[in-house]
């Protein structure tokens, strides 16, 4: 998948946020939300009620239920364990003392000061996942036709209590009142997922841990864990022990070793967490293309024998699995065979990818392979290789999901297509009836920067494309917000990538499409955003903004003036250099179907050149290292100064952007 990174550029959406709050204050976008702030005196502690997801019908009654230390969480049988992940996640912050009982019901008493989670099968049109809530003065009821339902409204619950519920410490001083209403809920997808790549960088098994919570508050369930690539084998296997010995680790330009992998008790461990929050984890394990690390491991599974090594830089490497070679298959299904014993989810993701053929033309195998099966040429020889292990999935009873290059070549009407490059794909495989997930890099890869990929951009995607049938769009599953590690490296990068834009996507995959409603989102995000403060959720904020803060627009770049074999650009910038010191220069794309790399930037002191930054910036709706620094050590009088750069359009020549400076003392 592309994976590119940039910078981030949150002033002007917070701008609106404030803004749009303000007008909201006095607009009711959410009437609930205005009726009852009206209903309340001034000096009432109840929060505006920000639920996220939206759900589908809410209607508020008047007065509240308040939450006491001898409030009783009471629960079915069922629902047990969600009666106790409740009283869990509210602990902390209400504090000791105040422990929330879990009872069995009996009789189907509904008891007065009680938090009531009960089964009930008549809901069962709600589906799996839908619940109805009932708050009054007396109590709280969740019911749902399965347990997931029940766990949802818990999640309601919680946003519908003051914030402070979700802080990790006792909570002074707080009245916890949750506003009389009427719930019916239920989602508008099945699938609502995050793809979690933590081969490019490894993330510990708290970090997913983590993340499954943060799913669950979202009411997502699916944990996409992509768990194979070039840089890193992270799944033990016990019949192929040097994938992890091996395939786990890298040495870095620097010489140190990176790496890490699960274990399969790990592994266990975290699909027992997802689980017991509603989640389920679907591994990726790619082929035939992104198999460095495991080629490394063991070079005869490659064409030409190797060496090969795990990958240490980013991008899609030309060694691949051997299509030609008997064993590699027995190798994949070996690998399978362990996958599936760990995960048992009905489905696998195959990847299926970004694979180069060059290996494969040159090498006898395959090429013996393509004419004893009497394929066209090396794209069929994919789709071989694709459908036998959808043929081997199948008969597990699994099912495969593939990247949309898998459509490529045919299918069994068992596979799941995730759809990354645009939406093209997805469309393709709901016409051939196949089942759809969404994820194009126009919405969902939130390892992109904020200023290609707003959070208002994420929320207003809509999975189901215009130019499907009622019944063709049956077959889109739903959506996943993407993360690839390339630029990830630690927790809270990951936090600054995923949030808000998940929180955006959460109710994408939720809310029914007439509910949605981005002005109206933007207000409640205000109050989720400190619920993310709260769970130490380091979330997006403006990484861009302080250099772009006070910069001078000096120029720009235009699609007429760009040569696809370079350009030499050059700006006038004696009116912005007044004194010694250092200036940034920001070359800043705005529009066109190209980017331009900056191949160097030199500052330039009566025509003479007296300053150059070489490095390679990359400015297109992905944005990296964009920026140029020079140092005058002195302003000489009456001189003249210039900006000049060069810039290669990539692709095209239609590029157009800004060029901003800025003094830096
Ligand atoms: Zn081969």
Known sequence: MKKERDMIHRAMIWGFVVSFFCLLAINHIFSAEVSMKSKNDETSTTPIVSIIPKPARISFGDGFFTIKPDTIIMADEE????????????????????????????N??????????????????????????????????????????????????????????????????VDWKVPCAEIEDQPRFEWRGQLFDCCRHFFSVDTVKRAIDLLALHKMNRLHWHLTEDQGWRVEIKKYPKLTEVGAWRIENDGSRYGGFYTQKEMREIVEYASARHIMVVPEIEMPGHSTA??????????????????????????????????????????????????????????????????????????????????????????????????????????????????????????????????????????????????????????????????????????????LTEKESRHILGLEGNIWAERVSNQDRLDFQLYPRLTALSEVGWSPKAARDWNDFDVRLNTHLKRLELLGVKYGKDEMGPILQDAQLLGHWSANQMKMEGVELEWDATPFIKDAGKYHVIFFYKKGASALQIEWAALLENGKEIQRDTHQGWSGAVKRDIVFTFLLPERAAGAAYAIRAFGIPQGDEDSNGDVLIKFDE
């Open 79 to 106: 629902v047990q364990k969600e009666a106790e992940y409740l009283a869990g996640v509210l602990q902390p912050a209400m504090g000791l003392g105040f422990a929330l009982k879990v009872q069995l019901r009996e």
């Open 108 to 173: 189907m008493q509904e008891t007065n000061n009680s938090i009531i989670l009960k089964i009930d099968p008549l809901l069962n049109a709600l589906g799996d996942e839908g619940y109805k809530m009932s708050v009054s003065s007396e109590r709280v009821i969740i019911s749902g036709a399965k347990p997931a339902g029940v766990f949802y409204g818990c999640q309601t619950l919680r946003q519908m209590m003051p914030i402070e519920n979700f802080g990790d410490k006792k909570a002074e001083g």
């Open 294 to 467: 495991a080629l490394a491991s063991y070079p005869h599974l490659g064409c030409t024998g190797g060496p090969y090594k795990v990958a240490n830089s980013w991008g899609v490497f030309t060694d691949v699995y051997c299509a030609g070679n008997e064993d590699v298959f027995r190798f994949i299904e070996d690998v399978l065979t362990e996958v599936l014993d760990i995960f048992h989810s009905p489905y696998i993701h195959i990847g299926g990818d970004e694979c180069p053929k060059d290996a494969w033309k040159k090498c006898s195998k395959c090429q013996a392979r393509i004419q004893a099966e009497n394929l066209k040429d090396e794209h069929e020889l994919q789709s071989y290789f694709i459908k036998r292990i959808d043929k081997f999935l199948t008969g597990k009873g699994r099912r495969l999901i593939g990247w949309d290059e898998i459509l490529e070549g045919g299918l069994s009407p068992n596979a799941v297509v995730q759809s990354w490059r645009g939406i093209k794909g997805g469309i393709e495989s709901a016409r051939q009836s196949h089942d759809v997930i969404m994820s194009p890099t126009t919405h969902c890869y939130l390892d992109y920067d904020y200023t290609s990929i707003s959070v208002e951009k994420s929320y207003l995607f809509e999975p189901v494309p215009s130019e």
